[in-house]
């Protein structure tokens, strides 16, 4: 929920990372991993059953809504063994107070077996499970620390999730590699059992020189020369993966497979403020815990500037009130180029994530998102369909209207009326006319 200019937060969401950056992959485009520089006489990364009580206690109170969800994260939170989730929801219903708890578990799935799946799906975790694709594209980068292939255990987990009917969604880093599959990656996700995907921008900056916390990956902020590191997602090509896949989707898959990005674009077209905080006007309310207590404003801001203090020294809520915390999340409007304020498809994009905001506008100004052309071209292409999704939802219509649409756009572009036998169905099916409503 974005931080609003009265400064009221009614909740937040923490990311906790109860083992720090401890990860038992070593993927190669992993932004991470070189956080252990920050906590360089660590013994044990362990969240202290101090820390996490202390935690789960504050985080319950400080939500004024019904729900509160806990999400886990990492590194590789199951490194960490059953017994210590079993804690976690032994302390979530002793202070639940009357709220429902929900908890999302981030995991690479290669440690889940049948012991993981019956505790997920006992306790009803909605796992979100790391792959990038087919096992080519996934191994280009997600590999274990022997540099090895890690797909078919990664596959193997998701069986278990499936076996045990295991709530999940894939999350699928897009980094150079892959962006130039979209639709092999897609069907590949859909194949695989997915049925709402998540896609996340691979970007990251090497400095020339590394920070004196031994950081290569620089911080958003910094000033410091640093190039973009060669695994990170072209800006153009972003937009094409996105393209591509929403072109498969929307003429087959509305209604049947969720894609957070697509969801949160409709937002948009029906005049609401985005829900993801990339897209939000402003953020702020969305932080990062780390395993000894110490929060940060955001997970891609763990640097020693954003540090806003440790929840066993400080109540959270004092942390998550601080007025440089709520000046960070406003900044990510104010602090928008005039050249962003100006552009057409801003009310989707909002300059997207601050972190990525390292270019120069065309006249100069800083503060440019690199991928500013991607989703000049995303946004612009699915313009039409998201405004007949956003029209149907207002008369009370199905949204996966949009299929039949957009089989009769594409007669219409190839200067037809009527489809072809291997035509897209019109009536929105997915089928091939002549499989359906052809054959009468």
Known sequence: MPMDDSGEIRAVHVMTKPIGPICNLD????????KENLYPIEADWR???????????????????????????????????????????????????????????????VLLDDRWGEFLAANS????????????????????KGGRSTFDRVMRGIGVLKKHGVEFNTLTCVSRKNSYHPIEVYRFLKEAGSGFMQFIPIIERLAEQPEDDGLRLISPDSDARARVTPWSVEPDQYGKFLCGVFDEWVRKDVGRYFVQIFDVALEAWLGMNPSLCVFSETCGTAMALEHNGDLYSCDHYVYPENRLGNIIEQPLESLVRKPRQRKFGLDKRDALPTYCKQCPVRFACNGECPKHRFLRTPDGEPGLNYLCAGYKRFFTHIDPYMRFMADELRADRAPANVMRFAAQRDLQTRGRTTPGPNDPCPCGSGKKYKKCCGRA
């Open 27 to 34: 993927c190669k485009y992993c932004f991470y991993l070189e």
């Open 125 to 144: 975790f909605l796992v979100g499970l790391s792959i990038d694709g087919p096992r080519e594209l996934h191994d280009a980068n997600r590999v274990d």
């Open 47 to 109: 969240m202290s059953d101090e820390t996490l009580e202390s935690y789960i206690r504050q985080y319950i109170a400080l939500q004024q809504v019904p729900e509160v969800t806990f999400a886990w994260q990492g590194g590789e939170p199951t490194i960490l063994g059953l017994k210590f989730f079993e804690r976690v929801v032994e302390l979530q219903q002793k202070y639940a107070d009357g709220k429902r708890i929900s908890n999302a578990f981030q995991t690479n799935g």
